[in-house]
């Protein structure tokens, strides 16, 4: 089975600062990873897919990167409702799996 | 607009059988293009894939769990279901139902509300 090593499991960032997530597999996934937020009580919501994708609807400031084992989630400019806990997803042979979670707090 | 929905007992006793069951609206189960996938959350922890159906039936399952796990579909109904047997209380989680979209790396993309279930006698 693939893993996914999330970090930070947590961050502190200022409005304004660019925010910086990432996601190592423990193998060569393609482009075959997501990303997620998730706000206290909410189910997650779709930001990013296939790696660099927005998906409809989703801020500009908020972008991914990366392919084969290492990845990257960035949100450029971090806004008072971004306060959330971010995943990774990968997919890998008919099976899913989610990396660990990164909670981001205001400073 | 893509609308699920989970229901189902909040409450189950340890070794029964939790179910739940995922009503879809704004979009049909049968007319293919997705998987429906279950996820949960443990209180406080991160997600944990379940597992997930296409509508022709056929299903995949988390390793982890797959003894124990039964994902099912009702086209009829735009319904999908999830039957977890034997449960503990590390069953106790949020469960989630999800859309899957057919992109490269399975995004879900519409999920419901989620529900609380909890294993104790």
């Known amino acids: 089975d693939i893993q996914m090593t999330q970090s930070p499991s947590s961050l502190s960032a200022s409005v304004g600062d660019r925010v910086t997530i990432t996601c190592q597999a423990s193998q060569d996934i393609s482009n075959y990873l997501n990303w997620y937020q998730q706000k206290p009580g909410k189910a997650p919501k779709l930001l990013i897919y296939d790696a660099s994708n927005l998906e409809t609807g989703v801020p500009s400031r908020f972008s991914g990167s990366g392919s084969g084992t290492d990845f990257t989630f960035t949100i450029s400019s971090l806004q008072p409702e971004d306060i959330a806990t971010y995943y990774c997803q990968q997919y890998d042979n008919l099976s899913v799996t989610f990396g660990q979670g990164t909670k981001l707090e205001i400073k | ?121």
Do not use: M
């Open chain 2, 1 to 121: 607009q893509v609308q699920l929905q989970e229901s189902g007992p909040g409450l189950v006793k340890p070794s029964q059988t939790l179910s739940l069951t995922c009503t879809v609206s704004g979009g049909s189960i049968s007319s293919g293009g997705y998987y429906w996938s279950w996820i949960r959350q443990h209180p406080g922890k991160g997600l944990e894939w379940i597992g997930y159906i296409y509508y022709s039936g056929s299903t995949y399952y988390n390793p982890s769990l797959k003894s124990r796990v039964t994902i099912s579909v009702d086209t009829s109904k735009n319904q999908f279901s999830l039957k977890l047997s034997s449960v503990t209380a590390a069953d106790t989680a949020v469960y989630y139902c999800a859309r899957v979209s057919f992109s490269d790396s399975a995004p879900h993309d519409y999920w419901g509300q989620g529900t609380l279930v909890t294993v104790s006698s």
